[in-house]
């Protein structure tokens, strides 16, 4: 099997059942965030990094009618906004579509938020796939400012897995095994 048939495969189809969290209440939403393990611990520059990128940078995200995760990821990018000064705006189904396509992302639907700078539409980082909780958010958007000014993202994600405790901060990933 060539690797574009394994990538489109049934490791593709269970990638995309994990990114997909399927809510049909505000109370099922707040039980699935309640397992979200929280980011605890944070870089020093975080804060200046975030209040620095507001002139540089801005979060866009799509969105659909009564889509309650949707309205989560609002709400919290909105805390953000007034936290950090950074701009949050929406894009379309189409344009979000296109883009998580560029960047190789199966389309999960509403809601994905991106990072992007202000003067380039062109190059983003995703920030969320469904929504996440504020600390985790702040977390990716420093991520995405990082990667975005020219830190290689494998060295970004591994240090900030240090601060997440997400990713083991001494191991190495191991090769997909065929």
């Known amino acids: 099997m060539d690797e574009v048939a394994a990538a489109n495969g049934p490791a593709r189809d269970a990638a995309r059942r994990a990114a997909i969290h399927p809510v ?42 009564g889509c309650i995760p949707c309205g989560d990821l609002w709400v919290r990018l909105a805390r953000f906004r007034s936290r950090y000064g950074w701009q949050v705006r929406t894009i379309t189904g189409e344009r979000a579509l296109l ?63 240090k601060f997440s405790g997400i990713v083991g901060a001494s191991g190495r990933a191991e090769a997909p095994r065929r």
Do not use: C
Request: glycine share 6%; net charge positive.
């Open 24 to 65: 049909a209440s505000v109370s099922d939403l707040r039980a699935w965030l309640a397992r979200v393990p929280a980011t605890k611990d944070f870089p020093p520059d975080l804060v200046p990094t975030l209040r620095e990128g507001s002139s540089l940078f801005v979060i866009e995200m799509s969105t659909a009618p």
């Open 99 to 161: 883009r998580s396509g560029r960047l190789g992302l199966p389309w999960v639907g509403h809601p994905v938020a991106w990072v992007r700078p202000l003067v380039d539409q062109n190059r983003t980082v995703p920030i969320a796939i469904g929504t996440d909780l504020d600390v985790n958010l702040a977390r990716n958007v420093y991520l995405a400012a990082k990667i975005l000014t020219g830190v290689k993202p494998a060295i970004g994600v591994r240090a900030m897995s």
